[in-house]
């Protein structure tokens, strides 16, 4: 029988975030024994997600993730959208990266990983681009950067590509289904009493189907791209479009 996979990945993690919800969420996943992705955002200035007073602990709790056996993600710089440049995803029309200059995006990812080692934290070794949005540049100063692993795209299952290893990210809540590999993106800035609560049982319901990044790895490691992942990732975009042009015309 067929059973799906399902990774957790926490995005818009910074010294700004919402700490009361989190430090809920952290004690969730501990009891549960799972290990999400978390993207930090090394120098956040977007107000958006800004949500609480800097808090002084927060390259420690880094640090302590990665102990955890938790996959460390760069997200992004500044978290600032600067271009209204798709790119390759193609979800989302504004960008912190794609369309910028070679030398402007090793600008900023140089300053990232330098936060990082300021904080005697180990360079990420997974990136999650803010709003979906990067280009082939982007992976290629990433790539010489040592950064090889990218949580994004809709394929159905993880696989290598020009030196890369793509996990796909295709869900913002939990869906059932009986096979492949799905990569749930939260994001807890917004939540309230309610969302944690559902979160709590979504957890419950799944987590005997929660993997973490090494498994990923092991598994996927060796498996490249296929024209039938070519289909599936059209398909799926399509369908996500339609539901975000849905949303927009009967907000």
């Not at 818009?12 to 930090?40: G, R, T």
């Not at 958006?48 to 420690?60: G, H």
């Not at 010489?144 to 030196?163: A, E, Q, R, V």
């Not at 987590?207 to 490249?224: E, L, P």
Request: proline share 4%.
């Amino acid at each position: 029988m067929f059973k799906a996979s399902y990774l957790i990945r926490f995005d818009d993690i910074s010294p700004f975030m919402n700490w009361e919800v989190w430090n809920q969420v952290e004690l969730i996943l501990d009891k549960y024994d799972i290990k999400p992705i978390v993207a930090i955002v090394p120098d956040c200035s977007d107000e958006n997600i800004m949500i609480d007073p800097y808090n002084c602990n927060f390259w420690r709790k880094v640090k302590e993730w990665e102990l955890k056996g938790w996959g460390i993600a760069l997200h992004g710089y500044e978290h600032k959208f600067v271009t209204e440049d798709p790119g390759i995803i193609g979800i989302n029309k504004y960008s912190e990266f794609a369309g910028l200059s070679l030398i402007e995006q090793e600008c900023k990812i140089k300053k990232a990983i330098e936060i990082f080692k300021k904080n005697d934290c180990s360079i990420p070794s997974i990136w999650v681009a803010p709003a979906h949005s990067f280009d082939l540049i982007t992976v290629d100063v990433l790539k010489g950067f040592g950064i090889k692993c990218i949580s994004d795209s809709f394929t159905l299952f993880p696989y290598n590509m020009d030196s890369v290893f793509w996990i796909p990210q295709q869900l913002w809540r939990f869906k059932r289904f009986p096979f492949g590999f799905w990569t749930v993106c939260m994001h807890h800035n917004t939540w309230k009493v309610e969302d944690k609560i559902f979160f709590e049982s979504q957890i419950k319901s799944y987590h005997k189907s929660i993997v973490d990044c090494k498994y990923a790895n092991k598994k996927y490691n060796q498996r490249n791209r296929t024209f039938y992942d070519r289909i599936f990732s059209n398909i799926f975009f399509i369908l996500i479009i339609v539901k975000k042009t849905y949303r927009t015309w009967f907000r």
